[in-house]
């Protein structure tokens, strides 16, 4: 069974960093994409960031552009996500995410997810 784990979330002011990580495990070979989503209270879930496994090419939401940098691991199926200039509208919880086929929209795989909040 293939679960995916974040972790690095937490509290932080508005401007700083933070980096989360998901692994996942139960499964042996590289997923096709993994990405981060986040929700906001009250907000539908929206897309922050992916990678893709095979050419490492990344994609971004506008709103953290230049901001959030999504890299790859050294462990198989382990991927980051670094927040720098965080701001109050950041606050939301982080959830990573898998997908085998490359060509489907929807992720097979979601984590448990971890909460971001950044104080103005």
């Known amino acids: 069974q293939v679960q995916l784990v974040e972790s690095g979330g937490g509290l932080v002011q508005a401007g700083g960093s933070l980096r989360l990580s998901c692994a996942a495990s139960g499964r042996t070979f590289s997923f096709a994409t993994m990405g981060w989503f986040r929700q906001a209270p009250g907000k539908e879930r929206e897309f922050v960031a992916r990678?893709?496994?095979?050419?490492?090419?990344?994609y971004y939401a506008d709103s953290v552009k230049g901001r959030f940098t999504i890299s790859k691991g050294n462990a198989k199926n382990t991927v980051y996500l670094q927040m720098n200039s965080l701001k109050p509208e950041d606050t939301a919880v982080y959830y990573c995410?898998?997908?085998?086929?490359?060509?489907?929209?929807?992720?097979?795989?979601w984590g448990q997810g971890t909460q971001v909040t950044v104080s103005a």
């Open positions: 995410a898998a997908r085998v086929d490359p060509l489907k929209l929807a992720y097979d795989y």
């Open positions: 990678i893709s496994w095979s050419n490492g090419n990344t």
